[in-house]
C-alpha cells in the first residue's frame, strides 16, 4: 500500500475503500454546501456506497499507473483527499486535485499536502510540471497554489461547469520541476 509520511501531523495514503468510505462521506455530508460551490462530483456522491465505488476505482487507477489519489489523514483521520487526477504521459505534467472537510480547514493541511505531492511527483514520478486549476471565484482554493509558489500562469476562460448551472473561469497555476528545485 503506498503512504506518504508528510510531518507529525498529516499522511497521505492510498484509500482503503471498506475501511474509509464512511469516515470520507461523513466529511463530504457535514461539508457538503461549501464543497458543491466548487466540485461538482460532490451531489454524485450520495452514500457511502457511491464513495466506496469511488474509492474503489481510484485504486484501480492507482494499479493501471493512470493517476494518484490519496486519503490525507490529520493526526490519523481522515480529513479529505488529494490527488494527481491525471498523469499525461506526453509532456510529463499531471494536476492535483484536493478537497478538506470543512472542521480541517484553516489549519495549514492543505498547503503541507500540495507541498508533500509536489516532493512526489517531481522525485517518485518524475514529472516536469504539476498543475493546479481553480475557479477564479474560490480564493481557498488560489491561496493554496500561491502559498505554495505555483506560477499564475493566466485564465481559461468558460473552463469549468459548476453547479450553479454556469461556466466559470478558472485560474491555472503550475509549478516546474526546476523551480521546485530551485527553492531547496
Known amino acids: 500500500m503506498f503512504a506518504y509520511h508528510v510531518d507529525n501531523q498529516i499522511d497521505l495514503a492510498l484509500p482503503r475503500p471498506e475501511i474509509d468510505s464512511p469516515a470520507l462521506f461523513s466529511l463530504i455530508v457535514a461539508s457538503r454546501k ?6 461538482p ?18 485504486c484501480q487507477h492507482y494499479g493501471e499507473g493512470k493517476s494518484l489519489n490519496t486519503v490525507i489523514y490529520y493526526e490519523n483521520q481522515p480529513a479529505g483527499m488529494i490527488s ?9 505534467s499531471a494536476d492535483i486535485g484536493y478537497w478538506l472537510g470543512n472542521k480541517f ?37 488560489n491561496h493554496v497554489a500561491q ?19 454556469h ?15 530551485q527553492r531547496k
Open 147 to 165: 502559498s505554495c509558489s505555483f506560477h499564475f500562469d493566466g485564465v481559461l476562460r468558460a473552463n469549468e461547469y459548476l453547479i450553479d448551472g
Open 34 to 39: 461549501k464543497l458543491v460551490a466548487w466540485l
Open 84 to 92: 494527481f487526477n491525471k498523469f499525461k504521459k506526453t509532456d510529463q
Open 167 to 181: 461556466f466559470h473561469d478558472e485560474n491555472h497555476w503550475s509549478l516546474l520541476k526546476a523551480e521546485w528545485e
Open 105 to 141: 480547514t484553516k489549519k495549514g493541511i492543505m498547503q503541507r499536502s500540495v507541498k508533500a505531492m509536489c516532493q512526489l511527483g517531481f522525485s517518485d514520478y518524475q514529472l516536469n510540471k504539476i498543475v493546479i486549476n481553480a475557479a477564479v471565484e474560490n480564493q481557498p482554493s
Open 41 to 58: 462530483w460532490v451531489l454524485k456522491i450520495k452514500s457511502a456506497e457511491d464513495e466506496l465505488t469511488f474509492l474503489k476505482s481510484a
